[in-house]
Each structure stands twice: as structure tokens, then as C-alpha cells.
């Protein structure tokens, strides 16, 4: 009568409704412990060649031209004040520089935008192709 109940002398065993899980934690903690102690071991530094990398020298910086507008109307190249009619010939002049210098824009925040679009169109006309515009954070 291993393991089942006996009725009229006969013997029937039933299997075990339960798995024991002590022989498998135990293997587990046994792996875990070979692991924990192994896996120092099994990092190592991998020697590659690396390729040599050459500096070149850097393309020079192109001039900046700023070019302010004042809430009149005035333009100033470079904080020099232009006369009427000589913006486009510096524009011109600017654009045949090589390499082509950048043309920073300042405009007064009461400045009209019809002199503004003046500007941005006599540049255009010009062939500047570098443009941009200078804001002060408040």
C-alpha cells in the first residue's frame, strides 16, 4: 500500500497530484551562485585596430556683413551710415566676393516692413545667398 488506498486487497496507487520544487530551487540557486561568480570572470577587453583619423583644416568663416535698419528708414552697413541708392551697389559688390559673405540683418522693431522687403528684395536682386536675422532676447 505505497502511496494509495487499499480497498478489498487491492492496490491502487494514484499519482502525485503535487510537484516537489525543492530539488529545483535548489539547482537554481546552485546556477545562480556558479553564475554570480563566473560572470566576472568572462568580461575581457577586445583589441581592434581602430582607423587613424586625419584632421583637416576647417573652411574659413565667411565675412559678415551686418546691415542695420533704424525705425526712419536708415540703413547703416557695417554701423556706417549709407547715403540713397548706395545699398544696392554695396550689395552688388558684397556679392562678388568669393567666398560669399553672410549678410546679417538688424532691423528696429518699429521699422516699416515695406523697407524691410526692400531690402530682402534689392539683396535677392543682388545675388546674396546668405541672409539672416539678428534679434535681441528680451
Excluded at 586625419?54 to 535698419?69: D, G, H, M, N, R
Amino acid at each position: 500500500m505505497i502511496g494509495g488506498n487499499a480497498s478489498n486487497g487491492e492496490t491502487h496507487t494514484q499519482p502525485m497530484s503535487e510537484i516537489n520544487t525543492t530539488p529545483l530551487v535548489d539547482v537554481m540557486l546552485v546556477l545562480l551562485v556558479i553564475f554570480i561568480i563566473t560572470a566576472p570572470l568572462l568580461t575581457h577587453a577586445v583589441k581592434i585596430d581602430l582607423p587613424q583619423a586625419t584632421s583637416q583644416t576647417l573652411p574659413e568663416e565667411p565675412e559678415v556683413i551686418t546691415l542695420a535698419i533704424d525705425g526712419l528708414g536708415k540703413t547703416y552697413w557695417n554701423d556706417a551710415p549709407l547715403v540713397q541708392g548706395e545699398l544696392k551697389q554695396k550689395l552688388l559688390q558684397a556679392a562678388d566676393v568669393k567666398p560669399q559673405p553672410e549678410l546679417q540683418i538688424r532691423a528696429d522693431k518699429e521699422t516699416k516692413y515695406q523697407v524691410l522687403a526692400e531690402v530682402m528684395a534689392d539683396a535677392q536682386n543682388a545675388g546674396i545667398t546668405k541672409l539672416g536675422f539678428v534679434s535681441e532676447p528680451k
